[in-house]
């Protein structure tokens, strides 16, 4: 059995002063940063949405449902993990992986997202034999709940750390709570 925190989108741009900041979202990179330091996982996942053309998902219009202003724009320092974080993984004894996501479409999911040698999530963590994942990030009712029903979905052991999350609105977040509890995730 080997246990992985997976960090979903703990980004510049989806923090407090970013391109689409979320309320709370520094307060997550601290606490995240602290989780990280704590250690006691067998690998830490970090996701990144990562858009080069990701064509309808940004708009100069954006509903924050489906479209959404421009944001984490590939090598931009919006697009770049938390410093908090940064500096936590770099501290850090355990095994360390990132994918990134998004480039050419909308991506939720850390499950859509690929690392460096182009194995996706899934692959990477099979090869760290994980059958159980914490998720952490941003924002709880987007990109944390489509990552962790995913990793449901495929088998995995799968808790949410509710106080290591930040949502864009209180109904979505709400909804994405309830669905995660009926899809047998655990909320923590
Ligand atoms: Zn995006």
Redo the contacts with the bound molecule.
């Keep these: 059995m080997a246990r992985a925190l997976i960090v979903v ?1 703990v980004q510049n741009d989806f923090c407090e002063g970013g391109a ?1 900041g979320v309320e709370g979202g520094h307060d997550v990179a601290r606490g995240v940063a602290a989780r990280i330091a704590e250690g006691g996982y067998d690998l830490v996942v970090t996701t990144q ?1 990562w ?1 080069v053309d ?1 064509g309808t ?2 708009s100069t219009t954006p509903d924050f449902l489906d479209t ?1 202003p421009v ?2 724009e590939a090598g931009t320092p919006g697009a770049e993990v938390h410093a908090d974080v940064a500096a936590a993984l770099a501290a850090t004894d355990m095994p360390v992986a990132g994918v990134r ?2 480039a050419y479409e ?3 999911s850390g499950f859509e997202g690929v690392d460096a040698d182009g194995t996706g999530l899934a692959g990477v963590l099979a090869a760290a034999g994980v059958d159980a994942v914490d998720v952490v990030g941003i924002a709880t009712d987007h ?1 944390v709940r489509a990552t962790a029903l995913d990793a449901r979905a495929a088998g995995i052991d799968t808790t949410v750390l509710v106080g290591l999350t930040a949502g864009v609105a209180p109904e979505t977040t709400q909804a994405a709570l309830d669905l995660l509890r009926e899809k047998e995730v655990r909320l923590v």
């Design positions: 989108d689409l949405d858009h990701p998902h940004w959404w944001h984490c996501k998004g909308a991506a939720y990109c």
